[in-house]
């Protein structure tokens, strides 16, 4: 029977929240089948209803999860306002020392959106990685920079704006999108040598489904292609998600798929056995 636990672990800006998700713990010396480290999206938390799903489902087919608050989100201490693309790599790499410390090294990376993206920029740095899953992840940083300034031009003029997104009033200083806009995220992603699993909707009305067409690396003719690392020995898998919204909540059937794929996927990675 899987057990939901909750820890808190360090930061570099105080403590992190985070949900293990254990499977058999009920079963003695039942080890996991390995790690799986779940990072939310941009202003989510862990608690969200698709992340809770995903990663009790992968629980109860033998993996460890552990789900966590990136820092001034949800459980986790710090200030919104003051976080980036930068702080949210540092937070999952506390995660993954967390891990390594207290049970064993992530062996996989899944993020949803934003995390998606971390989970990009991370996963050549956590070497007991074998591959990472993105969710609805954008291939580069900009966009977000360029949307958050839209919504309240305040921010490049001022220094400082308030957004609305998903209900939530956030505050958003010029720091943050000058962050996103210094990291080339396409190109971290194009030279990973380590495989990629894309679920990604083609109606998703947040990320353009171009951006998982990049991040799988079906943008390039592999005739032509000389940028080193795409579709390289590491592989790539694109699993289109018809209909389906950037939350993952408009399709009942969404999950369940999700989780059997996402299973077989790390399954297989992670020497076949079953």
């Known amino acids: 029977m899987r057990k939901s636990h909750r820890v808190e672990f360090p930061g570099r800006r105080g403590h992190l929240a985070g949900v293990l998700e254990i499977p058999n713990s009920e079963i003695p010396d039942n080890e996991p089948r390995g790690w799986i480290l779940f990072s939310h999206c941009f202003t989510c938390n862990k608690d969200l209803k698709a992340i809770v799903r995903i990663a009790r489902g992968l629980a109860d087919c033998g993996w460890g999860v552990l789900r966590?608050?990136?820092?001034?989100?949800?459980?986790?201490q710090g200030t919104f306002s003051e976080t980036n693309f930068t702080t949210n790599c540092e937070d999952l790499q506390s995660a993954a020392e967390?891990?390594?410390?207290?049970?064993?090294?992530?062996?996989?990376?899944?993020?949803?959106?934003?995390?998606g993206a971390a989970s990009f920029a991370m996963a050549e740095k956590i070497t007991s990685v074998a591959g990472v899953i993105a969710l609805a992840a954008p291939s580069d940083t900009y966009h977000l920079a360029d949307l958050l300034v839209r919504m309240d031009p305040d921010i490049a003029s001022l220094g400082h704006g308030t957004v609305s997104i998903g209900g939530q009033k956030l505050q958003i200083r010029r720091q943050m999108v000058e962050d996103f806009r210094s990291h080339d995220l396409g190109a971290t992603v194009a030279s990973l040598r380590k495989p990629l699993l894309v679920f990604h909707s083609p109606e998703d009305e947040t990320v353009g489904f171009y951006h998982a067409i990049r991040n799988a690396g079906y943008d390039r003719d592999p005739r032509t292609n000389t940028h080193e690392g795409y579709q390289?020995?590491?592989?790539?898998?694109?699993?289109?998600?018809?209909?389906?919204?950037?939350?993952?909540?408009?399709?009942?059937?969404?999950?369940?798929?999700?989780?059997?794929?996402?299973?077989?996927w790390c399954t297989r990675l992670n020497g076949g056995n079953s």
């Open 98 to 115: 967390f891990l390594s410390k207290e049970y064993q090294a992530p062996r996989f990376l899944l993020g949803h959106s934003f995390g």
């Open 68 to 76: 966590y608050d990136f820092s001034g989100l949800g459980g986790s």
């Open 232 to 264: 390289g020995d590491s592989g790539r898998t694109l699993v289109a998600l018809p209909g389906s919204n950037h939350l993952l909540t408009n399709n009942e059937k969404d999950i369940p798929m999700i989780v059997s794929i996402a299973h077989a």
